[in-house]
């Protein structure tokens, strides 16, 4: 069945560095891909999406490209900040219901 | 101004007790979920609504029923509420399955 993975549960970074949250799918069908992030006590919000193989998707500093041929969908910024603090899920729909994986949390150092 | 609203957003049961919760939301998405949320833990799909009277169980439906009359109105019962119900549940619509999902503010449940 579907099913996403997210293989880093904690990631804890200095400010000013790079990052990359990991996000591999298994589906069968025409993939769509998410990026959810969740500050603390806040509901999650799409923080970017894409359908489109091998095109960068950018949004508020943070970007990915879904990779068809390696089911993945990795979820990178080249300076992290104190406020990107949150968990970040990555997420897969087959054009029916969403998968969500169990999410990674960033935690930023000054 | 698209939004998902919950009612309450706080509440204190007891074990034994019935627990309604319930979610609107104002942009005529066909699709809602609801998921719940434990500490430091990813969102479990309990139930998913296609639209009115169009639901279907999602991975940990046992213990939860749901209720869709009105396209707008989504209601998240339980029966009989337990000590291990207890988490944060979470709302969301979506106009299918490709698109966004938007969540609603969360309703935390303590269950003694």
């Known amino acids: 069945g579907d099913s996403v993975t997210q293989t880093e549960g904690l990631v804890t970074l200095t400010k000013g560095l790079p990052v990359m949250l990991n996000c591999t799918y298994q589906?069968?069908?025409?993939?769509?891909l998410f990026w959810y992030v969740q500050h603390l006590n806040e509901a999650p919000k799409l923080l970017l999406k894409s359908s489109t193989d091998n095109k960068r998707t950018e949004h508020q500093g943070f970007y990915a490209t879904l990779h068809k041929s390696s089911s993945s969908f990795h979820l990178q910024k080249s300076s992290v900040q104190l406020s990107d603090s949150a968990l970040y899920f990555c997420a897969l729909s087959d054009g029916g219901r969403i998968f969500f994986g169990d999410g990674t949390q960033l935690v930023v150092k000054p | 101004d698209m939004k998902v609203t919950q009612m309450p957003r706080y509440l204190i049961k007891r074990m034994g007790e019935n627990v309604l919760l319930e979610c609107g939301q104002d942009m005529s998405h066909e699709t809602m979920y609801w998921y719940r949320q434990d500490p430091g833990l990813g969102l479990q799909l309990i139930y998913i609504?296609?639209?009115?009277?169009?639901?279907s169980e999602g991975d940990i439906p046992k213990g939860y029923r749901v209720s869709r009359k009105k396209r707008e109105h989504f209601s998240l019962i339980l029966d009989s509420a337990k000590t291990n119900q207890t988490s944060v549940y979470f709302c969301a619509s979506s106009s299918g399955g490709k698109d966004t999902q938007y969540f609603g503010p969360g309703t935390r449940l303590l269950v003694l």
């Open positions: 589906t069968t069908y025409s993939p769509f």
């Open positions: 609504s296609y639209d009115v009277d169009s639901n």
